[in-house]
């Protein structure tokens, strides 16, 4: 009599998609027979499950339910280089055991599955079952990719005065660095800072903002003067990343620019710029109530008069909302855009450097544009401001 572990998740996958354990028994011809699992999350038992035969001799069970609730994603505020995303990804294994009788009871021993990772992110199914981990594990794979969908064939710009994040996941928990190089207009090295150490951790966050650079590393502002793009590199002994590059904007536009950063689908933090016209509303609610049009006077007279009206307001209620529009941009950025932006859960505004600002997309659909049909493509949000402004009281 023998429990057999037929299949198990990735060895990192994302959490909101399914983390599915398949296994059989070679005795489910007993009375009354289930087997028993017990989930172990970040090294302490979570719950135990009675899981029934499903096909021939087999059954499954799926952690995703209870693991995608437990971890979670922040955005990164301290301006510090790397942080140790360590809530967006957890631990977890089970062990198994067959129960059957009359009264049904435990029989056997437990066999225990290995021990999985499973990180804050969410994959459309068609990306999900084709997904290989270790083209982002850069344990695993030379020129390993950063954790975003951005498409690499487009050019990924920031201010001087904009944040910028990207994040890496290992199989391991191990020390890396961070190497930069600076290049100028005609794509030669002008300035680089090699070997920047980074914190340990699974998935790790980096914050590689121009501004950043130069208050945590050996770059000074006076390096990005002639800077045109640099590049970006995660190092972890003979492994590295992909290098990532990343354009100076420069551009001087007579609109404002306003930056957003939002949850990706890989649990971490994506950000593009809408560089042109923009545009804020207000809509206003007021809370009427009606008086009587006439008044007592000084004299103890009653009197009525155009002073004293019939109907009041009480206190009013606003709402804002900002409109911004998308420079011209080449249709697979645009569909990266759209779907990552408008598929997030939260969104922020950046208002300044370091300081963000909750917001919320007004929109129910998106289409994914194409270049045949629209020629040149830009992108049009309107965003619902999450603070409202209640008046004094008349």
């Known amino acids: 009599m023998a ?6 998740p990735n060895i990192i996958t994302t959490a909101s998609n399914p983390c599915v354990f398949v296994f059989s028994s070679d005795n489910t011809t007993q009375d009354a027979f289930s087997f028993e699992v017990e989930l172990t999350v970040n090294g302490s ?46 631990s977890y294994s089970i062990r198994i055991i067959e129960v059957y009788g009359n009264p049904s009871t435990q029989q056997g021993s437990w066999v225990s599955s290995g021990t999985f990772r499973a990180f804050n992110g969410s994959l459309r199914h068609p990306e999900w079952i084709g997904f290989d981990y270790t083209q982002y594990d850069m344990v695993s794979t030379a020129n390993s990719l950063f ?21 890496t996941v290992m199989s391991l928990s191990a020390s890396s660095e961070l190497n930069v190089y600076l290049y100028d207009l005609s794509g030669s090295v002008i300035a680089s800072s090699l070997s920047n150490p980074l914190v340990d951790g699974y998935v790790m966050v980096l914050n590689v903002s121009p501004q950043s650079l130069i208050d945590n590393t050996s770059l000074l502002a006076g390096d990005f003067t002639n800077c045109y793009y640099y590049t970006v590199e995660v190092q972890h002994g003979s ?7 990343i354009y100076i904007d420069r551009e001087c536009s007579m609109y404002d620019s306003h930056r957003l950063h939002w949850l990706n689908k890989f649990g971490v933090w994506d950000s593009y710029t809408f560089n042109k016209y923009s545009e804020e509303s207000t809509s206003v609610k007021s809370n009427p109530y009606q008086i009587d049009r006439g008044t007592w006077s000084g004299s103890n007279d009653w009197e009525y008069n155009r002073y004293n009206g019939e109907q009041s307001t009480y206190s009013k209620t606003t709402t804002d909302k900002l409109k911004l529009n998308s420079d011209w941009i080449k249709q697979d950025k645009h ?15 950046e208002v300044s450097y370091g300081v963000f600002e909750l917001v919320n997309p007004d929109i129910t659909s998106y289409t ?27």
Not at 3 to 8: F, G, K, L, P, R
Not at 373 to 382: A, D, F, P
Request: with cysteine; hydrophobic share 35%.
């Open 147 to 167: 954790l975003t969908s951005f498409p690499r064939t487009e050019r990924y710009y920031c201010a001087m005065d904009e944040t910028m994040f990207i994040s």
């Open 239 to 245: 492994a590295d990343t992909e290098d990532f590059k």
């Open 3 to 8: 429990i057999t572990i037929e299949s198990t």
């Open 45 to 90: 038992v979570h719950s135990n499950h009675l899981i029934f035969v499903e096909s021939g001799n087999r059954g499954k069970f799926n952690a995703s339910e209870i693991i995608k609730s437990i971890v979670k994603s922040r955005l990164v505020t301290d301006m510090t280089l790397s942080v140790n995303y360590a809530e967006s990804i957890c």
């Open 368 to 394: 994914m544009k194409q270049r045949i049909k629209e020629g040149l493509i830009s992108e049009v949000v309107t965003l619902n401001r999450t603070y409202t402004y209640t008046s004094q009281l008349n």
């Open 335 to 349: 569909n990266w855009l759209v779907r990552s932006l408008y598929e997030s859960p939260i969104v922020y505004l």
